[in-house]
């Protein structure tokens, strides 16, 4: 059971950082873990299906959370940038026009 959690170490630090790369390959790495209870529980029967079924549950909302944790950071920061960029614009057009003035 523990040698089934240690790949989970691999990306924990970055994970709890909100680093996106970690995390992109992290929500790939879980599905490993979806396609294994998946399996379980379809051929295991008592505890064991029971188990399957959480640890299904856990990988779903683990890769659920990373894709929606990436969408938003990366939208987030490419918000920043185009707002960044069309400050630069103006500050542009600004200069352009005072030059111009004198």
Same mark, same amino acid.
Do not use: C, N
């Given at each position: 059971? $523990?040698? =089934?959690a240690?790949?989970?170490?691999?990306?924990l630090?970055? $994970?709890? &950082?909100?680093?996106v790369y *970690?995390?992109?390959?992290?929500?790939?790495?879980?599905?490993?873990?979806?396609?294994?209870?998946?399996?379980?529980?379809?051929a #295991?029967?008592?505890?064991?299906?029971?188990?399957?079924?959480?640890? %299904?549950?856990?990988?779903l909302?683990?890769?659920?959370?990373? $894709?929606a944790?990436?969408?938003?950071?990366?939208? *987030?920061?490419?918000? &920043?940038?185009? %707002?960044? &960029?069309a400050?630069?614009? #103006?500050e542009?057009?600004?200069?352009? =026009?005072?030059?111009?003035?004198?």
């Open positions: 059971m $523990v040698l =089934k240690l790949p989970l170490l691999a990306p630090f970055g $994970v709890l &950082h909100g680093r *970690t995390l992109r390959w992290s929500a790939m790495l879980v599905l490993a873990y979806f396609v294994e209870g998946t399996v379980r529980a379809y #295991d029967s008592g505890p064991s299906r029971a188990l399957a079924g959480l640890e %299904i549950a856990l990988a909302l683990f890769f659920a959370s990373a $894709v944790f990436v969408r938003t950071r990366l939208t *987030t920061e490419r918000d &920043h940038r185009a %707002i960044a &960029h400050r630069q614009t #103006d542009r057009v600004s200069a352009g =026009k005072a030059r111009s003035e004198r």
